[in-house]
């Protein structure tokens, strides 16, 4: 019986020391850099930074500054979120308007009567969204809002008399 033929180990895996076989051309390509399994290639390929709070290691395509939610809020405490906002917030005074008007107004649609707080939209009557006088303001559903805005410039407008006269 003819025994196997068996290289002789020429180098030892970067990762986890174990003698192995590898041409020397494949050794200088990858400068002396070489793996005994897939999954010490795999370690030698994750990169990982530290955890800002801790220094424990993350994984670094997860592009994330702490390893935890315990060190997130940890790195978060003393954090001011407040300072960098504008001094006219749009949300904030849309919000305002709309809670002025349901105090003065009620929580009806001012069009259809619809009462459904949550849903209710503040409309501007001349369209200028920077004019936020109670009187240029009405609380709209959003059945009302769409035919506000949209319905006089629907391609639909025409049609419907095509359609009862017959034509289609």
């Known amino acids: 019986m003819v025994e196997q033929y068996k290289r002789k180990p020429n180098t030892v895996c970067s ?4 003698r192995i076989y ?8 990858t400068k002396g850099r070489a793996y005994c399994s897939s999954a010490c290639f795999g370690r030698a390929s994750r990169k990982e930074v530290p ?8 994984l670094a395509g997860r592009h994330a500054k702490t390893c935890s939610r315990a060190c997130s809020n940890k790195y978060r405490t003393g954090i001011s979120y407040k300072l960098g906002r504008p001094l006219k917030d749009k949300v904030k005074n849309q919000r ?22 949550e849903i209710l939209h503040v409309h501007h009557k001349d369209r200028d969204r920077s004019h ?5 303001l009405a609380l ?10 949209y319905l006089e410039n629907s391609w639909l407008n025409g ?10």
């Open 140 to 149: 709209i559903c959003p059945n009302c809002h769409a035919e506000e805005h």
């Open 96 to 117: 305002s308007l709309k809670l002025r008007l349901i105090k003065e107004r009620g929580v009806t649609c001012e069009r259809c009567g619809f009462a459904k707080l």
């Open 22 to 29: 590898r041409r020397p051309v494949e050794l200088k390509q």
């Open 51 to 58: 955890c800002i709070v801790c220094t424990k290691p993350i």
């Open 15 to 18: 990762i986890c020391q174990k």
């Open 132 to 136: 936020n006088e109670l009187t240029n």
């Open 159 to 168: 049609s419907v008399a095509d359609i009862e006269g017959g034509v289609a």
